[in-house]
């Protein structure tokens, strides 16, 4: 449990994502996603979702999250010991594929580019759908990414929010068991849009 | 044989452990092992300097850290940082009542009588610094007798337990601006790095878990000139704080235990602009974990000279937040000090390289300039 | 007064990997970011080890919150395997991480963590290099507040670090950064690359694996992530030179031992004040040694 009042873990199977070595290995597969940015990275087991492992793995109560679509059961929120928040004001935003979010999320600062969010988009496949060219920082010469169910809005909005390096956000794709990252120095182009 | 070893790294630091345990144990046959309770009790500043260094508050860790680091209470206080940092933060606790303290001792030097009386307490402020030969061979019927003379006939119920506070009154009068709560959460330093500017709690509880010793040179710049905080003691006080935490299940506030903790707030001259309101005298804050007085003054004084830096921009060393807040923790200045007895063959190898390249280069200039004239 | 109670002995007892779960939470979300902007200083709350600021605190936190069962561990310092404070290190994690495996071979290790010197042999994607760094801030030479020098990383402005280089070269005719030299990442952050010896910094370009940078004391961490442009300060007229290991007639010193002409060298000073060279870098020492089965400095002897 991340939330340190909880004093005991469920013996559900589902709930290996709380403890620390099921968490551990699950931030080397993020390590290789944000080291090689649009590598597919095999994250969850059977039963696990990659979301709530990822969270688990990251978030505790000295993070915020914005859960505008409500995508996770109160109980999980309740079990991360995350703080809730709005879009504007969260370390963590987890959105939908097919609804960009209405707010700006935080970009951070000049000073303080870290603290531009991390966003976990949540969709309905990698590995299929259409192709993003990828190139930048972690990627030898071009990386092919592909990911299904994208509102392309999403890409519009990426590259307006970070237009300003170092300011600008970090993406998750994440579908139900893998994750593939777009940190917020990856150039990319869609297949068929210039 | 041309070349260095390589291997032996590992028998020379099991050499050192068991050359520092022999010199730990020195007295040989003659010697009595140190008990924790001796030093928690007989040493007490000493626990005290270590549990406020250390920032934990467990008078009996800090006692075996003193007797495992021989003494040495940077490393003690060390130790217990160390120790600290493997054990989660279970809350955020509520902001806790001074007021409520059960003390031992308080003074006021603005006053000569305050609200409850000033009550001196276990202080050496007057005693005479004489050897005092006849410690040297105590005997152990003497030494057990005096607490138990030293209490006896006072009833439990003839001291008060707490007293008014001598600011509460300083505000009465508006001689102090009136309390204002912060509405901001205090900034927890176990948690989030100081990154300028920081807020002032930020600073008082960097303050409050520094090394005593740099904490009193930068406060007592400030004393001497290189600031103008001029402070007078309101209040010093020194005692037992109760603890009181929400319940984990009904959130009803219960006292958990209570800390031993100094407290000081110094009173400085007034300045017009610190406000719209009238003038009145300003408010500098020290606490910390422990007996520590000088530490407490120390910090009130430089907690008095942040707040006119952090507004008007440091005019001074002691006013400089970045300067003061960055160099008055002991396990990170002790540390970095020590680090230097490593071996730097590889950066000093690569400094030999490029002084060779300049000294070529120097010689080069100089002999051609020689053969010109 | 507390005459009465006792330590609980739980007390003493550590967890895996020493730090409790929500340092780790934290030093993997920092690892995040600062991969995300690459050669950004992402402040954290560092935590006390139980050895020394400044014995690798920073590089050890990381290595703590990357570490479970199934890595390889390997720590060097000055290169070395066995020096005092590579031991040291080994130890505590052979202590506070059992199923974790350590070794000395370079080929073997999934992370590796060291001070001063990056491994002779080419690292694979496969392993993570952490560094444990002292000083984190390339600007401090020229800007004492952090305030300031945040402004100046974010836009990139490194003028007043070229001039001071500049006035190098009018006084010396030589840049005199011996180690720690300045290191553009990506084109946008520059860094202290950790006080490796200018021999090592091509080696953080175009890495295939990841780098990151621990600064316990300073309360940083900063990557280099794989596959990104590392580029030394310099000017086209002084270019950035690594350090020469040629004798008076400019050959190449082979090293002593295994007889390298392509590895870092140690100076070393014998007991007749003659000196000798010889691989800074152990293992790679003694895999040249294992593979020829003969030992020059031995034969000479």
């Not at chain 2, 003691?233 to 935490?245: C, D, F, M, Q, W």
């Amino acid at each position: 449990m991340n939330d340190p009042m909880t004093l005991e873990a469920p013996r559900d199977v589902r709930m290996g994502v709380w403890q620390p070595p099921r968490q551990q290995r699950a931030f080397r597969g993020l390590l290789t996603a944000f080291s090689y940015p649009g590598r597919v990275v095999h994250l969850a087991d059977d039963g696990e979702s990659a979301t709530l492992l990822l969270l688990a793995t990251l978030t505790d109560g000295a993070s915020r999250l914005a859960d505008p679509e409500r995508r996770l059961a109160e109980d999980d929120i309740r079990r991360l010991g995350v703080r809730s928040s709005a879009v504007e004001s969260a370390d963590f935003v987890l959105c939908g594929a097919a609804h960009p979010p209405q707010m700006t999320p935080r970009l951070g600062s000049l000073e303080n580019p870290e603290q531009g969010a991390t966003l976990i988009i949540q969709v309905p496949a990698l590995e299929e759908g259409i192709e993003l060219h990828l190139t930048g920082p972690g990627i030898q010469a071009e990386q092919t990414l592909r990911v299904a169910g994208v509102d392309p809005a999403w890409w519009r909005l990426r590259d307006e929010w970070n237009v300003h390096f170092p300011l600008g956000v970090d993406l998750i794709l994440a579908s139900e068991r893998a994750v593939a990252v777009l940190p917020r120095t990856t150039r990319l182009t869609v297949e068929g849009v210039h | 044989m041309g070349y260095v070893a390589i291997k032996g790294g590992g028998r020379a630091i099991a050499g050192a452990e068991a050359a520092m345990e022999a010199l730990r144990c020195a007295e040989g046959e003659a010697g009595t092992p140190l008990t924790l309770a001796a030093i928690e009790q007989q040493l007490r500043l000493l626990t005290s300097r270590v549990v406020s260094e250390g920032g934990l508050y467990h008078p009996r860790l800090a006692a075996l850290a003193i007797k495992q680091m021989q003494g040495d209470t940077l490393e003690a206080a060390f130790a217990l940082r160390a120790y600290r940092s493997t054990k989660p933060r279970l809350l955020d606790l509520p902001v806790q009542e001074t007021r409520q303290m059960r003390l031992i001792r308080r003074i006021s030097s603005a006053f000569k009588d305050i609200p409850g009386g000033q009550m001196l307490g276990p202080t050496t402020d007057y005693a005479l610094r004489l050897m005092r030969l006849d410690l040297a061979d105590e005997s152990p019927e003497a030494f057990r007798s005096v607490s138990r003379r030293f209490l006896d006939g006072v009833a439990d119920n003839d001291l008060p337990d707490s007293y008014p506070k001598v600011v509460d009154a300083l505000r009465e009068e508006g001689l102090l601006p009136p309390l204002t709560r912060s509405r901001e959460a205090a900034f927890d330093i176990t948690r989030d790095p100081l990154v300028f500017p920081v807020p002032r709690s930020a600073a008082l509880a960097t303050m409050a878990r520094a090394e005593t010793g740099s904490l009193l040179a930068i406060a007592y710049s400030n004393m001497r000139g290189y600031g103008d905080v001029h402070p007078t003691i309101a209040e010093l006080r020194v005692g037992y704080l109760p603890v009181v935490l929400p319940h984990p299940v009904t959130g009803e506030p219960v006292e958990a235990g209570e800390v031993l903790v100094t407290e000081c707030e110094v009173v400085a001259m007034y300045e017009g602009a610190d406000s719209d309101g009238p003038p009145t005298f300003t408010l500098g804050y020290g606490a910390c974990f422990g007996h520590n007085e000088v530490k407490a003054i120390s910090m009130a004084i430089l907690d008095r000279a942040l707040q006119k830096g952090m507004r008007d921009g440091p005019a001074n060393p002691s006013e400089d937040p970045e300067f003061v807040l960055l160099h008055v923790d002991g396990v990170d200045s002790m540390g970095f000090a020590s680090h230097y007895k490593m071996p730097h063959y590889v950066t000093f190898q690569s400094d030999m390289d490029r002084l060779r390249t300049t000294q070529d280069k120097a010689d080069a200039a100089q002999s051609s300039q020689g053969v010109e004239s | 007064m507390n005459v009465s109670y006792e330590l609980p002995l739980d007390d003493a007892a550590y967890s895996f990997g020493f730090l409790d779960e929500y340092a780790k939470r934290e030093v993997r979300r920092t690892i995040l970011k600062a991969i995300c902007i690459p050669g950004y200083q992402t402040p954290y709350a560092s935590r006390e080890m139980p050895m020394g600021r400044g014995f690798g605190t920073g590089g050890l936190q990381v290595t703590l919150s990357l570490i479970g069962e199934g890595d390889t561990v390997k720590v060097i310092d000055q290169g070395a395997d066995d020096s005092v404070n590579a031991v040291n290190l080994r130890h505590f994690v052979e202590l506070t991480c059992p199923g974790v495996d350590t070794t000395e071979r370079t080929t073997e290790a999934s992370l590796i963590q060291s001070r001063h010197r990056i491994p002779e042999v080419a690292l694979s994607e496969s392993q993570v290099m952490i560094l444990q760094v002292p000083y984190p801030d390339p600007l401090v030479v020229v800007e004492p507040s952090e305030a300031r020098r945040k402004v100046m990383h974010g836009e990139a402005d490194y003028s007043r670090l070229l001039t001071k280089l500049y006035e190098d070269i009018v006084q010396f005719d030589e840049i005199t950064i011996s180690h720690r030299y300045p290191t553009r990442i990506n084109g946008h952050y520059v860094i202290d690359p950790s006080p490796i010896p200018r021999y090592d910094v091509p080696r953080l370009d175009n890495s295939p694996a990841l780098i990151l940078l621990g600064a316990g004391r300073e309360k940083k961490i900063y990557a280099v992530p794989p596959y990104t442009r590392a580029e030394p300060l310099a000017f086209d007229d002084v270019p950035f030179r690594v350090e020469d290991f040629r004798d008076a007639q400019g050959a190449r010193r082979p090293c002593a031992r295994c007889g390298a002409t392509d590895s870092f060298l140690d100076e070393l000073i014998d007991d007749d004040g003659n000196k000798q060279w010889q691989c800074s870098d152990s293992d790679y020492c003694h895999s040249r040694l294992a593979e020829h089965d003969t030992i020059p400095g031995e034969a000479m002897s």
